[in-house]
């Protein structure tokens, strides 16, 4: 199924450092979005991108599409603590709903 | 400002039970969504309905029925509970087709079938 693969599945980082992950789809999408999921929550929508966009900023996020290699990489700079959760990719499929990748978990230390 | 609400927020069940979980919104949202969460499978599409009174299979549809009578509810029932369904149920709604605007999620249903 089409379907977003994050990278890495883990990342520690220390306050004050960025936070980059990755996601890969397989094929062709209108748009991708980013979630964040505290523990035990529910998801939060970040950001979304579409097709036509290249690159797209969220006061610390900054999102990054590149069509011709179906990927996107989510920064998030100078991380806090706060900013401890998993982080989800999804992409749409035409007709259906969106299909969610396995997840980062991010752990960023004080 | 609610949102998406589920209830209930914990259930346990004994195998070859029944239940329903209940989403609620108050956005009038016309597209609706039950995916389940297990550990290290990210979610999964269980059902999903683009308006009152349709509904259509997602990627794991076995095992359960819903049913979205009124435009501001989706419900999500299991008709004889299997520990398989072990997991936590979240649903989430949005305004655009395919999550076009982004998806409002609930907080989720934690069910343990035993």
């Known amino acids: 199924s089409q379907q977003g693969e994050e990278d890495p599945q883990a990342l520690s980082i220390q306050e004050g450092e960025n936070a980059t992950m990755n996601c890969s789809y397989k094929t062709s999408i209108n748009n991708l979005q980013w979630y964040r999921q505290n523990s035990g929550r529910g998801l939060v929508h970040l950001i979304l991108?579409?097709?036509?966009?290249r690159e797209k900023h969220s006061g610390r996020l900054r999102v990054t599409l590149d069509t011709s290699k179906k990927s996107s990489s989510l920064l998030i700079t100078a991380s806090r603590a706060a900013d401890t959760a998993s982080y989800f990719c999804?992409?749409?499929?035409?007709?259906?709903?969106?299909?969610f990748g396995k997840g980062t978990t991010l752990s960023v230390s004080s | 400002n609610a949102g998406v609400t589920q209830t209930p927020k914990f259930r346990v069940l004994k195998t070859g039970q029944s239940m329903t979980l209940l989403c609620a919104q108050d956005m009038n949202h016309e597209y609706m969504y039950w995916y389940r969460q297990d550990p290290g499978m990210g979610l999964r599409l269980i059902h999903y309905s683009v308006g009152e009174g349709t509904t259509a299979k997602g990627e794991v549809p076995d095992g359960y029925n819903v049913s979205r009578l009124k435009k501001q509810n989706f419900l999500l029932g299991l008709e004889s509970a299997a520990p398989s369904q072990t997991s936590v149920y979240f649903c989430?709604?949005?305004?655009?087709?395919?999550?076009?605007?982004?998806?409002?999620f609930g907080s989720g249903t934690r069910l343990t079938v035993v």
């Open positions: 989430a709604s949005s305004y655009l087709p395919q999550g076009g605007d982004g998806y409002t």
């Open positions: 991108i579409r097709s036509n966009e």
């Open positions: 999804a992409t749409d499929k035409a007709g259906t709903a969106l299909i």
